[in-house]
């Protein structure tokens, strides 16, 4: 199997209805974008023996190279519409591949986004997927528009990715339905599109949390130039996680650091201006993962943790994973 | 320095005027797509060890990155606008990093495309483009509209890289001018933007020739259900390759292999309807690169070679280089 017939044989699907005038195949995907929209456009690598041991289970890499683009879009309040696959494999081994490739396209058909390009080459494992989303023009939310006042949410819970690594690392037993819940929150996060999409239309500032909420709240006011507390009773945590905390006699203060500078979390992190916050609570639907208020930007920069006993804990924004970090 | 600074210090330049509402810094980055237009997209990568060598000049390995995707919109006869970069580094290595930047950002000035996101990991040195573009409404050329009786064109001259990566591996010596045209050719291969949206206009079909002209014309008859054959005597070779060639020893034959199989020489292929070629001919300007008939479209499927003595060859269309091979 030469590199076409690997294409062809594994990439080459159908694209969704709509949009992709021409996709895998020649120099490039010619696509059609609709008008009054901006483009958004943002890639993540996957680099084996970084992000992922060398063994994982190829069909959870398909869906978690994909599901981290799609988050970013997610995080723009966007749609996401198309994306490339850049795959360097050491051989190309056709169980791996074809594990591979199904739960990517299975991910990709229930987002509503094609394949419409790539590259791939010999080389050590590594995923680079590029995705393309659009936004009504004006529309998408950014960083840097955080304003003093607003409200911080946060969807789903935060710490189980960072839990289900430990326990499979100290080896915690959980009764099988907590593994699998955690084990899925690490390997198979589902990007929040929806969520995004119906907190952009009242939020102030958006990030999803991929490095974890310190760092990834941190670029928020960074770029805001404000400042944010948080309230630690409100920090959500799964059931599935506290019951791992308790088997495995993880402490309070450590549960609160996985929470806040875990990574692979894949939730959402809006500011809301207070004023569209009720609108935006009655608007959200059960069908979506939870959103919850878990502190307040302030003018005072910094982020900081405040405890329902009057405690205040001045947090550091860089606790989060970074590349390259000595 | 970790990931962020390392964006911030050789990543984060400004973008250029028009079409990029916010460029790097946020979870996606925000363009305007000019109206009226269908966007191209395509994805390379560079694998250190696969397609460069280790130590290779960090400078070179920026250019030809960017090169090689912007070949591929020059192929569609498009206008690039905008990449991402996903740059996957041993560790940060400063000197390399502002020698990899500085080309980079050079030539994407010079070509007017704005680097508007990306991703930096930590991980065996791997480059991976991803390029935007456009093209007016249903202009862009594709593989597959070859007709029986179109010429085929070429742009430049081949084999030049290869006969550069001989003279590397096999010490030939040649001239210091000599030796610094075959460098620039294999090293830093100029896209041949101009001359595609000039062949564009005229042109059934296109393709950049990267993987060896055998392959590349190979995939044009493939798709559009032709052949071809091509006159030995019209492929351009340069005269540096000639004298290279005498030089090592190399016989006409193997010349002729270079040239058809030889790969990474970034040209243009294009097949263009007889009565649309002498106008293509007065178009051409004698400040691009020369544009040459090498040979004709054919209802006769596959790729045939005629000597000037009516010696007929048949050529393997397979003949350029194919990652996993075997």
Not at 159 to 168: E, I, Q, V, Y
Not at 181 to 197: I, Q, S, T, V, Y
Not at 320 to 326: D, L, S, T, V
Request: hydrophobic share 45%; glycine share 10%; net charge negative.
């Amino acid at each position: 199997m030469d590199e076409f017939s690997l294409i062809r044989q594994y990439f080459d699907v159908r694209p969704l209805p709509g949009h992709v005038a021409r996709g895998i195949g020649d120099d490039a995907a010619i696509l059609d974008c609709p008008a009054d929209c901006q483009l958004l456009v943002s890639t993540d690598t996957l680099v084996s023996g970084v992000h992922f041991f060398p063994d994982a289970d190829p069909a959870s890499l398909g869906h978690k190279a994909l599901a981290v683009n799609l988050s970013d879009i997610a995080a723009m309040g966007g749609r996401p519409a198309w994306f490339t696959l850049a795959l360097t494999l050491p051989e190309p081994d056709e169980s791996w591949l074809k594990a591979f490739s199904a739960s990517l396209h299975k991910l990709a058909e229930s987002s509503g986004v094609s394949l419409v390009g790539g590259d791939t080459t010999s080389g050590p494992l590594s995923i680079t997927i590029t995705m393309i989303g659009t936004a009504a023009r004006q529309k998408a939310i950014c960083r840097d528009n955080a304003a003093v006042g607003d409200a911080i949410l946060v969807t789903g819970a935060l710490g189980d990715a960072a839990m289900a690594l430990r326990c499979r690392s100290n080896d915690i037993a959980l009764d099988d339905a907590n593994t699998a819940f955690l084990n899925k929150r690490l390997d198979c996060p589902m990007p929040r599109l929806e969520e995004g999409a119906l907190l952009a239309r009242y939020a102030s500032a958006m990030i999803d949390v991929s490095d974890g909420l310190s760092s990834d709240l941190g670029h928020i006011i960074a770029a805001s130039q404000v400042g944010a507390e948080l309230y630690a009773e409100k920090l959500p945590v799964s059931e599935t996680m506290q019951q791992a905390a308790r088997r495995a006699g993880i402490d309070d203060a450590e549960v609160l650091s996985m929470v806040l500078n875990g990574g692979d979390d894949y939730e959402l992190c809006a500011t809301v201006p207070q004023a569209q916050l009720p609108g935006l609570l009655s608007a959200w639907s059960t069908a979506l993962a939870p959103v919850i208020p878990i502190g307040t930007i302030t003018a005072q920069e910094g982020l900081s943790l405040h405890g329902d006993d009057g405690t205040v804990q001045s947090l550091n924004s860089g606790g989060g994973y970074k590349h390259f970090n000595e």
